[in-house]
């Protein structure tokens, strides 16, 4: 069974009775679900990962203690730590009396706070344009399996998407770097005669194109390990799982590297009709660095327009 689909089970066999039995009164105030660090968060886990951090356990969020307080918070930690030790045979982590790291009683404000930095509620355009999508796609994968409260699910869809303007910032420096490391510096690098080099330089031009296709199917990009299963379930552009693949596992000799290039010129190509597809660009050409000015001078805050280029990579 994978964790999430436990974690809900274990809720409604257990979670959700203690919260009724014990808690009515304060059932309006709280939200339960899974989500954050964690493979299982995103649906990703499987037997291999099982070897740490996975168990039957959920998240129970809190308001601010002038709604809820620390008596309050404290009966539920101990009600929730007393849950059963073990269901569906996965055996649940020792806890302390607070909960864990990931499961356990918590205030939705910290755990905002703790994961993408929000303060009051929202995040700053500077948070916006520095934040990692890493913690982005912690604070709004998994599931909420109850919010009668609401402030945890209006959270997570505040955040559930860059601001139009911050997405085009942040590719116009991704499709930048591509333009730099695959089109421009990969060649140069081999006839330098670099050829470690030149793998490099199609290493960032991989993860520069796995940035600006998340950023295209407006989803954020999760931990690098999680990477290519995430993009291979994209709508958009996901077929250039495989051809990033061959790029980091083959070799640069002469004629293998003539071919790369092609492969480089090919995945740009079909980054650029997607550009247009969104009309992102006004740029007529295959040159991914002429694309990444387009898309910036199509930004609409002219703070953030002006700003550097890779301001926000």
């Known amino acids: 069974m994978r964790g999430i689909k436990l974690s809900r089970a274990f809720f409604e066999a257990h979670g959700r009775p203690m919260l009724e039995e014990q808690f009515p009164e304060l059932l309006p105030l709280l ?69 864990g790291a990931r499961h356990g009683v918590m205030r939705t404000e910290e755990f905002f706070r703790a994961t993408v930095g929000m303060e009051g509620g929202r995040l700053s355009t500077e948070r916006w344009l520095t934040l990692s999508e890493q913690s982005l796609a912690e604070a709004t994968n998994g599931a909420v399996f109850l919010d009668h409260f609401g402030e945890v699910t209006r959270l997570r869809e505040m955040l559930a998407s860059f601001p139009e303007d911050i997405r085009r910032k942040r590719l116009a420096g991704q499709l930048l770097l591509m333009a730099q490391s695959g089109q421009y510096n990969y060649l140069r690098c081999l006839k330098h005669g670099e050829p470690a080099a030149a793998q490099l330089a199609v290493a960032e031009f991989v993860k520069s194109t796995l940035a600006a296709v998340f950023l295209l199917n407006r989803v954020y990009r999760p931990y690098y390990k999680w990477t290519f299963r995430a993009l291979r379930e994209l709508p958009k552009l996901s077929e250039l799982a495989i051809h990033l693949e061959w790029l980091l596992t083959t070799g640069n000799e002469p004629e293998q590297a003539e071919v790369k290039y092609d492969a480089i010129e090919q995945i740009a190509s079909d980054v650029i009709s997607e550009l247009t597809e969104q009309s992102l660009t006004k740029a007529n050409c295959g040159d991914l660095e002429k694309h990444a000015y387009s898309v910036n001078d199509e930004i609409t805050d002219a703070e953030i327009r002006n700003l550097h280029i890779l301001a926000a990579v």
């Open 31 to 99: 939200a339960v679900g899974l989500f954050g660090a964690g493979s299982e968060c995103f649906g990703y886990d499987d037997e291999t990962s099982r070897d740490h951090d996975f168990e039957p356990g959920f998240c129970i969020f809190l308001p601010g203690e002038e709604l809820l307080d620390r008596r309050a918070a404290f009966l539920l930690e101990r009600a929730y730590a007393k849950l059963p030790k073990e269901f569906e045979g996965v055996r649940r982590s020792a806890l302390s009396p607070v909960g």
